[in-house]
């Protein structure tokens, strides 16, 4: 059986100018091309598009997943292909690959088997440089900041308060906790400091929220850096970074135009981390495919407990939409783990764990359905390895909770063998039953938000906020800025803090233990449990596998 990888080497791809001119009218100087498959849309166009009407808005989400993940991207390519398939004009919304998981456990995420978006490899690892971008860009305010203090600190900076931590796009666990600054007056002042991931950076969150350069400048010379003695908060604007800043990211807000390995147009665009930031491709983006297709598909990063809720708390607080209904992705491996089965030991994946496990379904089903007010179809992500019995129990229970369950075969079958959710995901949309609903209102107090989301969505009993978190808090409530949404930073792998508690647990407690503040992303990050913004390499990382030949020829992508 190929690897994705070889079938997307395999596949003949069209020239992204013309096949976006015919396909979604876009006039060939909009875009600037990268090479002959992949371009960038011209802000101007975006700008152009803008009065346009808004096509259906489908969400495709998850099941808590076991590590290699259920295949949600997949899906999401497969239902864009299929609604083509059956004569509707759709387009997809994705993230942006990180290259620390392509690296380290993923080893790729551009979709599947035969629903992928192309060219892979490109997409997988530098594509068209907005990553690249953002770290520079974050990376430069970092060094204007140390800048800044060795000059003689005109604004006061307290070197113990300086917030804003430096990013690469790689998991490095060593970088987590440095000292700057060594080797003598030369250097600047001694100081701790810390690398982040550059998808949990504020700049990854800036460049996917803002709408326009003139907001993207804005938000970025809203940055808090760090504190002065008195506890004054010091900006991007402060030190005029801001400028410059956006200098840098100016090309990197266009959105990026690639298709699938059927033809169809896809934006890839953005790519901030579901555990740790947002978890959604760029709003401009998004609002652009609303504007050129009848259906647009976009996923939200990880479960619904962490995806959907930050898709309907941030993204669509944040930019209007309207999404229409939701696809929930499911997969037996993942039901039977968290049914009790161990993956190491073959033997202990029964019915009896497949059964166990459907308490996690059902209860992102209930979240989709009452906390986010939106008709959800639950997707089966069909491995090779699962029995006829096994699906028969899910669709017997979906459909005891009155949910449409459709069997998808995309990785083997595109377009086509997601079909019957394609008419399943017209239908919620023709129906117009959305009522797109947000957890807590804007005027609530960060404390009331975080309660509102471990009670409703995890189930928590309780809250408890560390001493730091709580002074944090309490100071960014009294500085103005309670009126942000809050950005839950905890494990994928539970509805708690655990990754161990499996299924669906209740009663437990949620731990926030340092609060974050993106002021100019405009949203309060609660960093919770033992998850961390810098990730590390697992022991065996995918990197191990991915290779290059004397041709050129990459191998090891997945």
Not at 528 to 539: A, N, R, S, V
């Amino acid at each position: 059986m190929p690897t994705d990888i070889e079938i997307a080497q395999a596949a003949i791809l069209q020239k992204i100018l013309p096949l976006a001119s015919r396909r979604l009218d876009l006039p060939e100087d909009s875009l600037s091309p990268f090479g002959h498959y992949k371009a960038k849309l011209s802000l101007d166009e975006v700008q152009r598009l803008s009065a346009r009407k808004d096509g259906h808005l489908v969400l495709v989400t998850a099941i808590s997943p076991t590590p290699p993940g259920e295949g949600k991207t997949t899906t999401t390519v497969g239902l864009g292909d299929a609604l083509n398939h059956i004569g509707k004009h759709a387009m997809i919304c994705l993230r942006e690959p990180s290259l620390g998981p392509c690296f380290g456990m993923k080893g790729g995420a551009a979709g599947g088997g035969r629903a992928q978006v192309v060219p892979m490899e490109d997409i997988n690892l530098h594509f068209t440089g907005d990553f690249h971008a953002i770290g520079l860009a974050n990376n430069l305010l970092a060094a204007l900041i140390d800048n800044h203090i060795h000059h003689g600190n005109a604004l006061h900076l307290d070197v113990r308060r300086i917030t804003w931590r430096r990013v690469i796009d790689m998991n490095d666990r060593a970088l987590r906790e440095i000292n700057v600054g060594l080797g003598g007056p030369g250097n600047g002042y001694p100081r701790e400091d810390g690398f982040d991931i550059v998808v949990a950076s504020e700049v990854m969150a800036i460049v996917c929220l803002a709408t326009s350069l003139a907001d993207l400048k804005r938000r970025l010379g809203n940055i808090v850096v760090g504190y002065t003695s008195q506890k004054r908060p010091v900006t991007a604007r402060d030190l005029k970074a801001d400028g410059a800043m956006a200098a840098l990211l100016k090309d990197a807000l266009a959105p990026n135009l690639v298709q699938t390995l059927e033809g169809n147009l896809a934006f890839v665009h953005g790519g901030p981390f579901a555990n740790i930031a947002h978890g959604c491709n760029s709003l401009i983006a998004t609002q652009t495919a609303l504007k050129l297709a009848d259906y647009v598909v976009t996923e939200a990063g990880f479960g619904a407990d962490l995806g959907a809720e930050k898709f309907i708390d941030i993204k669509c607080r944040k930019g209007g939409l309207q999404p229409a209904c939701a696809v929930l992705v499911a997969t037996v491996r993942a039901l039977k783990y968290h049914g009790g089965a161990d993956p190491q030991k073959p033997g202990s994946d029964s019915l009896q764990a497949l059964e166990t496990g459907l308490a996690n379904l059902q209860r992102h089903v209930e979240n989709i359905q009452t906390l986010y007010g939106l008709p959800v179809i639950v997707s089966i992500n069909r491995f090779d390895s699962d029995q006829a019995a096994e699906i028969a129990m899910i669709e017997a229970f979906c459909s005891s909770l009155g949910v449409p369950c459709v069997l998808a075969t995309q990785w083997a079958d595109g377009g086509a063998g997601a079909a019957d959710l394609a008419h399943a995901v017209v239908r919620a949309c023709e129906q117009g039953a959305a009522k797109p609903a947000e957890l807590y209102a804007d005027a609530e107090p960060l404390a009331d938000k975080i309660r509102a989301i471990a009670e409703k969505v995890y189930r928590a009993a309780e809250v408890v906020f560390e001493p730091k978190a709580l002074a944090q808090m309490l100071e960014w409530q009294a500085g103005g800025y309670g009126h942000f949404p809050v950005c839950i930073a905890k494990t994928q792998y539970s509805f708690s803090t655990d990754p161990m508690l499996r299924g669906a647990p209740i009663g437990h407690v949620l731990r926030v233990r340092e609060l974050r503040l993106n002021a100019g992303a405009e949203f309060v990050v609660a960093i919770c449990g033992d998850i961390m913004t810098m990730p590390g390499l697992p022991k065996v990382p995918s990197a191990e596998r991915i290779d290059v030949d004397d041709a050129g020829r990459i191998s090891g992508l997945f």
